[in-house]
């Protein structure tokens, strides 16, 4: 079975990880966000921010753990799939750093195609920081900008999710993803 695979992205703070667990509440199969893991592995190793310190050797660990997500979603006999951020994200990301990147990392965006993305913007009433989530709120509209011309470049048509409940934004998504 060719499983749908589709992307959650947005920038720090949208609501991603909440519509995430609502659709593993709903049985459907979610792939997590795993920066978090890599900075909470780094903070074991002595970096508190290894995405500021060392951004390529973060993204490069990062790119890796996110094409080890996309093939195990072959094992799946299920139509959708849905991912908590996706390959074109870590581009996204170094871009906001204005950091250089080898071209493996566009070839990887262009190899591991999904089939439908959905953006949430920045939402400034949801928005909060934590241990792991170093940007503000102005740095998140920042980064959902490059999200926006990231994907936008690897030619994906992207479907903007509405500011609304948990339930409803998720509801919005299971809707759109039966036309």
């Known amino acids: 079975m060719n499983s749908k695979k589709i992307v959650i992205t947005g920038g720090p703070g949208t609501g991603k990880t909440s519509i995430i667990s609502e659709l593993k509440r709903k049985s459907y199969v979610c792939f997590d966000e795993i920066s978090r893991q890599i900075i909470l592995k780094a903070r074991e190793e002595g970096d508190e921010q290894l995405f ?21 979603a072959s094992k799946y006999e299920t139509p ?10 870590v581009v996204a990301y ?18 591991y195609r999904y089939d439908k993305v959905f953006v949430l913007a920045p939402w400034e009433q949801i928005f909060v920081s934590d241990n792991e989530r170093y940007e503000n709120f102005e740095q998140a509209e920042e980064i959902h900008q490059h999200l926006l011309n990231t994907y936008k470049k690897f030619g994906y048509d992207l479907l903007d999710v509405p500011f609304d409940s948990v339930e409803n934004r998720t509801q919005f998504i299971l809707n759109a993803l039966k036309d």
């Open 80 to 89: 959708i799939l849905f991912f908590d951020r996706g390959i074109p994200d």
């Open 52 to 72: 500021l310190t060392q951004p390529l050797l973060f993204s490069e660990r990062l790119l890796e753990r996110r094409i080890v997500q996309y093939n195990a």
């Open 94 to 111: 170094m871009d906001y750093a204005a950091e250089d990147y080898p071209p493996s990392f566009d070839e990887a965006c262009n190899e």
